[in-house]
T-cell receptor, first 109, second 118 residues
Framework: GQNIDQPTEMTATEGAIVQINCTYQ??????LFWYQQHAGEAPTFLSYNVLDGLEEKGRFSSFLSRSKGYSYLLLKELQMKDSASYLC??????????WGAGTKLIIKP | SAVISQKPSRDICQRGTSLTIQCQVDSQVTMMFWYRQQPGQSLTLIAT?????????ESGFVIDKFPISRPNLTFSTLTVSNMSPEDSSIYLCSVPQGDTLSGANVLTFGAGSRLTVL
């Protein structure tokens, strides 16, 4: 079956750096997405990786290794507003999106 | 990016009743997706709503339980029929659109409808 694994919850300190990991086992691969979802709100798109390597977008970076079935989202200079759930999703060979359960990130002052 | 208005934002429903969720998009889109998000679980695709044809349902979801309408390219409804407590969840509509920076086909979501069935 198809599976996306990411930690359920993480805690970090304001101003620090945190890395959220995502491992996947899917039928084929056509891209990996990270979405941010604040409590009670809709998910919003953060990043997209289809080739191996690091994609940087401001304080957020996303890394992909297709051979390892692995990605991470790196958040730098954490702010209180970064407290949210982070969803990893993989598009399989049929262009279907397979979603992880999300990682709830708690930022402490 | 598209703006999606979804309502109701939340509702408390009695067992056995039905509730219709509406999604209005501010631009014409070919495909609209309906998702369910249960607490602590991943987003699960219920169906894809295409204008002018019947919705395509994912495994485990049937039209009798989740009828969908798509009368035009900017609007869709999802009905949750004969509700039970197991249907308590957040229901989200979404539309795909291109992201100019990454070139990816990303999803824009409505704010969600949180249903509680008693």
């Amino acid at each position: 079956g198809q599976n996306i694994d990411q930690p359920t919850e993480m805690t970090a300190t304001e101003g620090a750096i945190v890395q959220i990991n995502c491992t996947y086992q899917t039928s084929g691969f056509n891209g990996l997405f990270w979405y941010q979802q604040h409590a009670g709100e809709a998910p919003t798109f953060l990043s997209y990786n289809v080739l191996d390597g690091l994609e940087e977008k401001g304080r957020f970076s996303s890394f992909l290794s297709r051979s390892k079935g692995y990605s991470y989202l790196l958040l730098k200079e954490l702010q209180m507003k970064d407290s949210a759930s982070y969803l990893c999703a993989v598009r399989d060979s049929n262009y279907q999106l397979i979603w992880g359960a999300g990682t709830k990130l708690i930022i402490k002052p | 990016s598209a703006v999606i208005s979804q309502k109701p934002s939340r509702d408390i429903c009695q067992r056995g009743t039905s509730l219709t969720i509406q999604c209005q998009v501010d631009s014409q889109v070919t495909m609209m997706f309906w998702y369910r998000q249960q607490p602590g679980q991943s987003l699960t695709l219920i169906a894809t709503a295409n204008q002018g044809s019947e919705a395509t349902y994912e495994s485990g979801f049937v039209i009798d339980k989740f009828p969908i309408s798509r009368p035009n390219l900017t609007f869709s409804t999802l009905t949750v029929s004969n509700m039970s407590p197991e249907d308590s969840s957040i229901y989200l509509c979404s539309v795909p659109q291109g992201d100019t920076l990454s070139g990816a086909n990303v999803l824009t979501f409505g704010a969600g409808s949180r249903l509680t069935v008693l």
